[in-house]
């Protein structure tokens, strides 16, 4: 008989247990700048249940929902110390207790420095450039499983081929890593861009665990290297847990009269602050969704703002991250995207955020950077510290082809592009790059010529703001997403995968022409790391002429002159041109070639070829 009530009471705790499925953030930190921490339990008719805090940390708020799976609760953590503590769950004669964990911070958490102009971003998509663990290619709870031989299916990267390779990248001279996102994409198809995530706390499997990122994030700083996060804010995977059993039903941006609620993104970002725009036009950017696969969320919810504040803070705590970049920043409802971001540098001042805003105007643009006078006109500020320099991609992408020199062609577009700087509040955190994820390859747009290769890297070396380069450029790889797709930009990196016939992570494994890319882009980001000039020098450039562009960048104790010749023929350059800024030197070091540079002269530079000289 006391075997059989034994068994019973067994049962029904195991039942009764199994009512509280989650509680997120899993654990949390003491002495966090914000001291409210807000709770989501998970769990069938959990609302059902009074809930009790031990230790008299105070309750705040106890928040129930239309879905009687939630609970929100809201603590107030204000003086409390490191400790596990319990949360009680009672309903009559059932209950539920359940421990969590306060951690202790580490030392100087706060002050944390962010990626910066002194660093040269490498973007890497996971998926695609190395196998380090090919047991976790495939999973029982993950739908998508290994294809390599499609080339928009998951092909088995993972978090430990990264770490494998740390050492490459450490060599060619990037100082940070930005990975498109590592969190769980369990969409059945096209997952491996992980863009539509499932689980916000959770590592894709089939990449690894939280705690091989925590282990990328230690081996990277053990090398004073840097680690930044893709967030999506704007949108999860229509396979998200949570989705899947909405809290709220304005959880979602739902459009009532379409199926499943979706609505495409008419993708016009300028409604956000255009004066004339119509209110409808307006929504359908905001709210439309990105894409069939991704609901859009609802940023303006206080539940759905503060989790989605609470799970950035926690990976960055957690992983100790140096960096965010945001996936489609310029999407989010303005204003409470500017509450995320300032709830996250009030947590970290001296951390920094980058934001996708993919428009192809400048004022458009620093619209969206922290402290705009531009969007202060309408009392705006994003509090977004740092945007990508889109309309300099824009102009690096075609600029090369134009061998001769108009009124609108050559160099001259690239003079533009900088003759607009004044818009921006802080032009040295503005990211600078030649392509991405979503871009075609520059050396496909340039067909392999890698003349023009070196004058845009040299040109993103050496401008201001944080030069990022995308994984493969550096050996010549080719892609054409207009042609062949988005996996023919996301190739496999030759070398990360058992069997391939060739390595390019080894001098030895690349050919000719790969290691003339290699060597060519290793001397030009090393030469960069130690050079404060580069990094928060100021700038003066001179007017192109015959299609050769020349700036300076300068500080107190050193010059450099860049010298951009977009002619396909040689040319001589009259150097008392700049006689303003090289003034009485006489002599520099081109520090391609080694070579001692007569300044008192005329310099001669080839056609298509660019020069850095060192003016001491």
Sequence with gaps: MKAVILFVFLLLTSVSFSQIEKIEPPFWWSDMQNTELQLLCYGKNISDYHVRISDSIPVINIRKTENPNYLFITLDLQDVSPKIFQIHFNKGNKSITKNYELKERNKNSALRRGFNSSDVIYLLMPDRFANGNPQNDNTKNTAEKSNRNFNGGRHGGDIQGIISHLDYIQELGATSIWSTPLLEDNEPKYSYHTYAQSDLYKIDPRYGTNKDYKKLSDELHQRKMKLIMDYVTNHWGSKHWMIQDLPTKDWIHYWKNNKNGFKRSNYRMTTQYDPYTSMINKKECVQGWFDTSMPDINQSNPLVLKYITQNAIWWIEYANLDGLRVDTYSYNDKEAIAKWTKSIMDEYPNFNIVGEVWLHDQAQIAYWQKDSKIGALESYNSNLPS???????????????????????????????????????????????????????????????????????????????????????????????????????????????????????????????????????????????NKDVIHNGKTIHFLPKNNVYVYFRYNDKEKVMVVLNNNPKGQIIDLKRFSEILKNHKTGKEIFSDKKIDLQQSLKVKGKTSLIIEIK
């Design 387 to 529: 945007v990508m320099d889109f309309t300099l991609h824009d102009a690096v992408t075609s600029v090369f082809n134009e061998d001769q020199e108009t009124w609108f062609d050559g160099m001259i577009k690239v003079y533009e592009n900088f003759v607009n700087d004044f818009l921006y509040p802080n032009t040295n955190n503005i990211m600078v790059f030649v392509g991405n994820h979503d871009t075609n390859r520059i050396n496909e747009i340039y067909q392999g010529d890698i003349q023009k290769y070196k004058l845009v890297m040299t040109l993103i070396a050496t401008v201001r703001g944080i030069p990022q380069i995308y994984y493969g450029d550096e050996i010549g790889m080719r892609g054409d997403k207009n042609k062949n797709g988005d996996g023919d930009i996301r190739k496999d990196f030759p070398g990360g995968w058992i069997g391939d016939l060739h390595n390019a992570f080894s001098s030895s494994g690349r050919n000719a022409q790969q290691n003339e890319y290699f060597n060519f882009t290793k001397k030009l980001l090393n030469w960069r790391k």
